[in-house]
């Protein structure tokens, strides 16, 4: 079956600098690929999406790129604030709207 | 700003005993889905809802799972007789469209299991 996972569980960075997170993913045939960010006590949110025929998709402050060849996708998070402090899953989009997520990033902003 | 809505936020019942987790999909949003996540796991599948009918489900969502919109707003989640496996967040999500990829959640139902 489809398997999305993510490289690295905790990711702590410097309030205003730039957050990578990144996201392995097997599926080739999913047609879009998806961050979703998660506050504590909160459902998970929408931050962007690429179809994958594309390889970069510009948001307000977030990037995400998608690598195909090696199957790995990334959020990338301009200036990063305290409120971006969050679990970011990254998903990939099957048959029938069928989500499958990945098991998510902590991202711990330092003021 | 529109909002899915779900009730009640914390259930804790008994091993076999019936549950219904509530949910109110934006009001113009065609498909309905619900996902769990167990503790520190990732978000998965149960189930997709469309048109009165389940469109997708997961190998989670067995005979022991059944969803229903008995009302123009309401999309329920029922487990029979639960399990202490079944302990768990329990998301309800809806989109306009099947091709969307904003699902909008809400915050989630935390059922546990004793």
């Known amino acids: 079956g489809e398997s999305v996972g993510l490289h690295l569980p905790t990711l702590s960075v410097q309030e205003g600098d730039n957050s990578i997170i990144n996201c392995a993913y097997s599926?080739?045939?999913?047609?879009?690929f998806i961050w979703y960010k998660q506050e504590s006590g909160k459902g998970p949110q929408f931050i962007i999406d690429i179809r994958s025929n594309m390889d970069k998709r510009q948001g307000q402050r977030v990037t995400v790129l998608l690598n195909k060849t090696v199957k790995h996708l990334s959020l990338q998070i301009a200036a990063t604030q305290p409120g971006d402090s969050a679990v970011y899953f990254c998903?990939?989009?099957?048959?029938?709207?069928?989500?499958?997520f990945g098991s998510g990033t902590k991202l711990n902003v330092k003021p | 700003e529109p909002e899915v809505t779900q009730t009640p936020s914390h259930q804790v019942t008994q091993m076999g005993q019936e549950v219904i987790l509530r949910c109110v999909p934006i009001s113009n949003h065609l498909y309905f889905y619900w996902y769990r996540q167990i503790l520190g796991q990732k978000v998965e599948f149960l189930v997709s809802?469309?048109?009165?009918?389940?469109?997708?489900k997961s190998e989670i969502f067995d005979d022991q799972f059944s969803v229903e919109r008995p009302d123009g707003s309401n999309f329920t989640l029922k487990i029979r007789s639960t399990k202490l496996e079944d302990s768990a967040m329990y998301f309800c999500?809806?989109?306009?469209?099947?091709?969307?990829?904003?699902?909008?959640f809400g915050a989630g139902s935390r059922l546990t299991v004793l």
């Open positions: 809802f469309y048109n009165n009918e389940i469109s997708e």
């Open positions: 998903a990939e989009r099957g048959a029938f709207n069928k989500f499958y």
């Open positions: 599926n080739s045939a999913s047609d879009y």
């Open positions: 999500a809806s989109s306009e469209h099947s091709g969307a990829n904003v699902l909008t």
